[in-house]
């Protein structure tokens, strides 16, 4: 069993910043991606960033300059460092991960998400 759990979301003024955390944990072999998706209200879920168990990123471009994605390999952990957050940036957050299990071989997961609230 794999679980991942996000922490860090919450209400902040426009302009301001949060961290994002998502730590997996479970019968773990090894992660590939991971990455950070978002869903506002009425809208279908997007990419916001991911990043390789190498370490190379991709952002959306609306997030581009303002977000930074990290990962700690040895923690099965990645961040979302969010910086000049913007009220279209209000959304529930979720964790992705691909990533291969002892005993279900490669398989792609998600965090239950976090509510990230901007006020203007």
């Known amino acids: 069993q794999v679980r991942l759990v996000e922490s860090g979301g919450g209400l902040v003024q426009a302009g301001g910043s949060l961290r994002l955390s998502c730590a997996a944990s479970?019968?773990?072999?090894?992660?590939?991606?991971m990455g950070w998706y978002r869903q506002a209200p009425g809208k279908q879920r997007e990419l916001v960033a991911t990043?390789?168990?190498?370490?190379?990123?991709n952002y959306a471009d609306s997030v581009k300059g303002r977000f930074t994605i990290s990962r700690d390999n040895a923690k099965n952990t990645v961040y979302l460092q969010m910086n000049s957050l913007k009220p279209e940036d209000t959304a529930v957050y979720y964790c992705?991960?691909?990533?291969?299990?002892?005993?279900?071989?490669?398989?792609?997961?998600w965090g239950q998400g976090t509510q990230v609230t901007v006020s203007s």
């Open positions: 479970g019968s773990i072999f090894r992660i590939n991606a």
């Open positions: 992705n991960a691909d990533l291969y299990t002892y005993v279900g071989g490669r398989q792609d997961y």
């Open positions: 990043i390789t168990s190498g370490g190379n990123t």
